[in-house]
């Protein structure tokens, strides 16, 4: 059974930072793209920034780029997101996803409030 859990999520005031992480289960994970969304009340859910396999090429939503950073562990099969510089604008659910050939699996989500 593939399985994704977030952690990390919580409150902090503007310009702080969090670190987010996904640990991954039941599915080789280095051979997968592993990809971080949001999703803001009353809004739809957006992609953060995403991960390759092999390369471990990245990329980013414009929204988040230079203050956000995807990482992953192979070893460990988990992936990271490290924000910085965090805006009120980024409060969301954050969720780690891994499409899996036609199945898509999604974490349960963490909160992150960004607010003084």
């Known amino acids: 059974q593939q399985h994704i859990v977030e952690s990390g999520g919580g409150l902090v005031q503007p310009g702080g930072s969090l670190r987010l992480s996904c640990a991954a289960s039941?599915?080789?994970?280095?051979?997968?793209?592993m990809s971080w969304y949001r999703q803001a009340p009353g809004k739809e859910r957006e992609l953060v920034a995403t991960?390759?396999?092999?390369?471990?090429?990245?990329n980013y939503a414009d929204s988040v780029k230079g203050r956000f950073t995807i990482s992953r562990d192979n070893v460990k099969n988990t992936v990271s997101l490290q924000m910085n510089s965090l805006k009120p604008e980024d409060t969301a659910v954050y969720y780690c996803?891994?499409?899996?050939?036609?199945?898509?699996?999604w974490g349960q989500g963490t909160q992150v409030t960004v607010s003084s």
């Open positions: 996803y891994v499409r899996l050939g036609v199945v898509d699996v």
């Open positions: 039941g599915f080789t994970f280095s051979t997968y793209r």
């Open positions: 991960i390759a396999s092999a390369s471990g090429s990245k």
